[in-house]
């Protein structure tokens, strides 16, 4: 399999999996108001948490059709087994794919030297990731953030200029006032009349599930992740998911730039990192077995990186406390 064909299994187990979720919903054993005109309104589904407003629950308690008013009747509907059946169907059918992106992933070094490590990535995630990094060529970090949204524009708030991409120190081309940073938004787009965004946005809303999967695993990336939410909460500002995802793609330009034998610049890191330094690629292992792992032996040991250091950030990482 090529970089090509892993792709397109990545998108078509999405489409199978936004359908499946779409069946699942209509598969619910739910409870259902029924009138005499024929109307029939879900209420609540039974088992899971029900989405229904307060509204439509006020009617079903005063057996009330939310759409004529008329009297009606709270009723158990159990859906068409066929439409089960058909759900499982498809969850077969995306394991087969997940197996599928597996047989590729597990033979790719970034895989295999750092990304099996790593707690919340699995076979899905590697592979959308590898499938990017493997089709296109990043020069520069920058590149890759900018590939995924993250990278932002200079816009000035007065006269409404856009320049692309944002530098540090860069001024209005009009008035000569300082430049803001921002990340191309629809919002951003509308407010400084971008037109297209120069990007697909799906990228950056796959790579906000990636990152939301990196904390909710809760290793070391996650860890990351906690402390700079603390200092979102003492800044009143919402940055911690975009520097968390841009820590990640900034290692994953990494390992790869030193997988293939490149030379990596540093410099850009370093305001991503902690204590204002580079932060080198993380990996979910006890501290003592770190020299044992590919991540040590294959990227590590060449990386002119201090293990004494490495292993007391990892282990600084893994204690609890935030
Ligand atoms: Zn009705
Ligand atoms: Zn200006």
Not at 24 to 34: C, P, Q, S, T
Not at 60 to 82: D, H, N, T
Not at 101 to 120: A, H, N, R, S, T
Not at 185 to 208: H, I
């Amino acid at each position: 399999m090529n970089p090509y064909e892993l792709d397109q299994i990545f998108r078509t187990y999405i489409d199978i999996q936004n359908q499946r979720k779409e069946l699942e919903n209509r598969a619910y054993d739910r409870k259902v108001l029924v009138c005499a005109n024929g109307h029939m309104v879900t209420v609540e589904k039974i088992g899971v948490k029900s989405p229904f407003s307060k509204k439509r629950k006020r009617l079903a308690s005063l057996e009330l059709c939310p759409i004529c008013m008329a009297k009606a009747e709270v009723r158990e509907y159990r859906p068409p087994k066929i439409i089960k059946d058909i759900v499982a169907e498809l969850k077969e059918q995306e394991k087969k794919l997940v197996a599928a992106m597996f047989e590729y992933v597990k033979d790719d070094p970034i895989w295999q030297f750092w990304l099996q490590y790593v707690k919340g990535i699995g076979p899905t995630h590697a592979a959308y990731l590898l499938s990017v990094i493997r089709t296109k060529d990043f020069e520069y970090p920058t590149k890759l953030w900018a590939y995924f949204g993250l990278y932002p524009i200079a816009v000035c708030e007065d006269c409404k200029a856009v320049q692309k991409p944002y530098r540090h120190g860069i001024t209005c081309p009009k008035c000569g006032k300082p430049m803001k940073p921002k990340l191309p938004t629809k919002v951003v787009s509308k407010m400084y009349n971008l037109g297209t965004l120069g990007f697909d946005p799906t990228r950056r809303a796959r790579m906000y599930v990636i990152t939301m999967s990196l904390v909710m695993a809760g290793g070391v990336y996650g860890r990351v992740f906690s402390r700079w939410l603390i200092e979102d909460k003492a800044n009143n500002k919402r940055t911690a998911w975009v520097r968390l995802a841009k820590l990640f793609l900034a290692h994953l330009y990494e390992v790869d730039r030193r997988i293939r034998g490149l030379p990596v610049p540093k410099p850009y890191m370093i305001e991503y990192g902690l204590h204002n330094e580079y932060i080198p690629p993380l990996i979910d292992e006890k501290p003592e077995l770190i020299t044992k792992t590919q991540f040590y032996e294959k990227l590590l040991s060449n990386m002119h990186y201090d293990v004494e250091k490495y292993i007391g950030l990892i282990r600084e990482l893994s204690e609890k406390k935030a």
